[in-house]
């Protein structure tokens, strides 16, 4: 089963400043994706990636940039953090099939 | 594009009784569907998947979920739920495209199973 790590795990910061939340998977997939999950709207993809380097545009990406730096790590950085991206934020990997596999989440809270 | 709709946002049943959890997509093509729960304070975890082959697909922890092309749903039973299956259930499309797959998800079902 794939392993997927988030840190951290709660985060509160203030509006305008600077976030990274990283996530590392440690069986080798291809893709990996950042979603934001909100009441009410379900999960929303933000960003994914289907190898080092590269990075596709998702559904909700206002706001967030990303940065895949290695197979293993995929990180989401929020340069100018603003109360509307209060949320619970998801990483998640694939081997390039359908099947994503979940990390335990990041809670973050902008003041 | 893709898109998936979950009717029931909250659904309450007692311990013992059958559950049915909706879920109704929008895919031009074959889909590959999922049901992924989430316990509280936790990740997502897939229940089960279909892609193709018999309508009805077993899952873990004796939920099964089947298929209907007709009526484009895809819907979530289980005969007997138990106190520990209260969560809150998603269903998702998956749509490929020229950079891979993306998952669309429903706004999902908090399921509570009451004593």
């Known amino acids: 089963e794939a392993a997927v790590t988030q840190s951290p795990r709660n985060k509160v910061t203030v509006t305008g400043g600077n976030v990274t939340l990283s996530c590392r998977q440690t069986n080798s997939h291809n893709y990996m994706y950042w979603y934001r999950q909100d009441t009410g709207h379900g999960l929303r993809l933000i960003h994914y990636s289907y190898g080092a380097g590269n990075l596709q545009i998702g559904d909700v990406p206002d706001g967030y940039k990303a940065t895949r730096t290695t197979q293993e790590d995929f990180f989401l950085l929020l340069e100018l953090a603003s109360p509307s991206q209060t949320s619970l934020y998801f990483c998640?990997?694939?081997?390039?099939?359908?099947?994503?596999?979940f990390g335990p989440g990041t809670r973050l809270l902008v003041l | 594009a893709q898109s998936v709709t979950q009717p029931d946002a909250r659904v309450t049943v007692s311990e013992g009784a059958s559950l049915q959890l909706r879920c109704k997509y929008s895919y031009s093509a074959t889909p590959y569907l999922f049901w992924y729960v989430q316990y509280p304070r936790q990740g997502l975890q897939m229940l089960l998947k279909y892609y193709s082959g018999d309508p009805v697909v077993q899952g873990v922890n004796g939920f099964e979920a089947e298929f209907s092309k007709s009526d484009s749903s895809f819907h979530l039973r289980k005969a007997s739920v138990h106190w520990s299956d209260s969560a809150v259930y998603f269903c998702a499309v998956s749509a490929w495209g020229g950079t891979g797959s993306k998952l669309s998800f429903g706004k999902g079902a908090k399921l509570t199973v009451s004593p």
């Open positions: 998640a990997s694939s081997a390039g099939g359908a099947t994503q596999y």
